[in-house]
C-alpha cells in the first residue's frame, strides 16, 4: 500500500505561482513514475507532468515552460512548481503514484486561479 499526501493548493491571482507537494508513504521502494495530474469541474482527470525514477519528465503542452515537476528519491516526494499560472489552470490537483501494475492516489489539493 502506498499513501500519498498533498498540499500547496490554494487561491492564486491570474500570473501568480503556487508549489504543491506530495509526500507518499508506505510501500515506497517499489514506486517508479510520479505525477500530477488535475480535474476541472465538469472535464477529465489529465496529465498535467510526470517524473520517472531516473528523473525523465513530460508535460501536457498547456503548461510547458511554466510549470516544473522534480522529485526527492530518497524521500519519496515530488514537487509541482507553477508559475504564470492561468484561469484555465483551475482545478483539483492529484499525485499520482506508479507501484508495479498499480497507481495511487492522493486526496487531491484545489488550486483556483482568479482573473
Known amino acids: 500500500q502506498v499513501q500519498l499526501v498533498e498540499s500547496g493548493g490554494g487561491l492564486v491571482q491570474a500570473g501568480g505561482s503556487l508549489r504543491l507537494s506530495c509526500a507518499a508513504s508506505?510501500?515506497?521502494?517499489?514506486?517508479?513514475?510520479m505525477g500530477w495530474y488535475r480535474q476541472a469541474p465538469g472535464k477529465q482527470r489529465e496529465l498535467v507532468a510526470v517524473i520517472t525514477s531516473g528523473g525523465s519528465t513530460n508535460y501536457v503542452d498547456s503548461v510547458k515552460g511554466r510549470f516544473t515537476i522534480s522529485r526527492d528519491n530518497a524521500k519519496i516526494t515530488v514537487w509541482l512548481q507553477m508559475h504564470s499560472l492561468k484561469p484555465e489552470d483551475t482545478a483539483v490537483y492529484y499525485c499520482?503514484?506508479?507501484?508495479?501494475?498499480?497507481?495511487?492516489w492522493g486526496q487531491g489539493t484545489q488550486v483556483t486561479v482568479s482573473s
Open positions: 508506505g510501500s515506497i521502494f517499489g514506486i517508479t513514475a
Open positions: 499520482g503514484a506508479d507501484y508495479y501494475s498499480r497507481r495511487y
